[in-house]
Nanobody, 111 residues
Framework: VQLVESGGGMVQPGGSLRLSCVVS????????MCWARQAPGKGPEWVSA????????YYSDSVKGRFTISRDNAKNTLYLQMNSLKPEDTAVYYC?????WGQGTQVTVSS
């Protein structure tokens, strides 16, 4: 099982980024997926989840209304569209399936 995130970077407050997570080694369409993040000096925080066909999505209160999770089962790819970014969104973002984690992608929100 391999999960590879990309799309992080540095952005000003109010900006947007789109994260991607390409997965391999399992049947992607059979599993719900999650995004989580870890800010400097803090523990991991669950951010969002999506069911197998993308019909159900879930968000933490801290990102609800600003972030959108989606998936493309034909491309084995999970996405996280992040809008109206805030400095407190600064973290390493990970995609997650059960006990499997990607290497993470850094998101920095700063002016």
């Amino acid at each position: 099982v391999q999960l590879v995130e990309s799309g992080g970077g540095m952005v000003q407050p109010g900006g947007s980024l789109r994260l991607s997570c390409v997965v391999s080694g399992f049947t992607f369409s059979n599993y719900g997926m999650c995004w989580a993040r870890q800010a400097p000096g803090k523990g991991p925080e669950w951010v969002s989840a999506i069911n197998t066909d993308g019909g159900s999505t879930y968000y933490s209160d801290s990102v609800k209304g600003r972030f959108t999770i989606s998936r493309d089962n034909a491309k084995n790819t999970l996405y996280l569209q992040m809008n109206s970014l805030k400095p407190e969104d600064t973290a390493v973002y990970y995609c997650n399936l059960q006990q499997y984690w990607g290497q993470g992608t850094q998101v920095t929100v700063s002016s």
